[in-house]
């Protein structure tokens, strides 16, 4: 059973610039969560994709998109990135259905914005 | 919007000491709690969590945590604390019927051999 991947795992970029974040889920599961979380604070919820859909989403600008591919893996994609946008960003894979709500993270991705 | 509030940032103790860590949350509703735990250079993994029955929960390593509805609290607890315990520990909510859980900023615990 392969955990949950993403990559890069650190990336650099500069404001205005677009970035694009990947995640692998675990095998055998079929729903993404995306999470920002700044230094010091917990994870906010940016969206959750099921079947290639997003099907939930938080308090994000629509800058922030995602994409779902048929075998699950993920994208997340941020333009016209801004300062606050540095931060640890987290992919949480989980198996819709079973009622566990129980999500696996991976081991982040770090943004800095410069 | 909910929020949830975990009220001690850091805490410090010595093995073989007691832990509570606190979590408040603000939902009038059906509630889903789970406690997450980040060790040191690894990823968040669940603890524990709470749907319904019991209030009293058992999770991984000894810890436990009570929900308390007339409260809003869902405490994690552990009765004696080992150096491997050290870690940032985070308390999530997910209102019922929803897909957006609210997670706490954390606590830091740092135990000391």
């Known amino acids: 059973e392969t955990g949950v991947t993403q990559s890069p795992t650190h990336l650099i970029k500069t404001r205005g610039q677009q970035v694009t974040l990947r995640c692998s889920s675990q095998s055998g599961h079929n729903t993404v969560s995306w999470y920002q979380q700044a230094l010091g604070q917990g994870p906010q919820f940016i969206f959750q994709y099921y079947r290639e859909e997003e099907n939930g989403r938080g308090n994000f600008p629509p800058r922030f998109s995602g994409l779902q591919f048929p075998n699950y893996s993920s994208e997340l994609n941020v333009n016209a990135l801004e300062l606050d946008d540095s931060a640890l960003y987290l992919c949480?894979?989980?198996?819709?259905?079973?009622?566990?709500?129980?999500?696996?993270f991976g081991p982040g991705t770090r943004l800095t914005v410069t | 919007a909910q929020s949830v509030s975990q009220h001690n940032h850091h805490v410090i103790l010595s093995e073989a000491a007691s832990l509570e860590l606190g979590c408040n949350y603000s939902y009038g509703g059906t509630v889903n709690l789970f406690w997450y735990v980040q060790y040191p250079g690894q990823h968040l993994q669940l603890l524990l969590k709470y749907f319904s029955g019991d209030p009293l929960v058992k999770g991984i390593k000894g810890f436990e945590a009570e929900f308390i509805k007339s409260k809003f609290s869902f405490n994690l607890r552990k009765p004696s604390v080992q150096w491997s315990d050290t870690a940032e520990y985070f308390c999530?909510?997910?209102?019922?019927?929803?897909?957006?859980?609210?997670f706490g900023r954390g606590t830091s615990l740092i135990v000391h051999p």
């Open positions: 999530a909510v997910l209102p019922g019927g929803s897909y957006i859980p609210t």
């Open positions: 949480a894979s989980s198996l819709s259905g079973t009622g566990t709500y129980e999500q696996y």
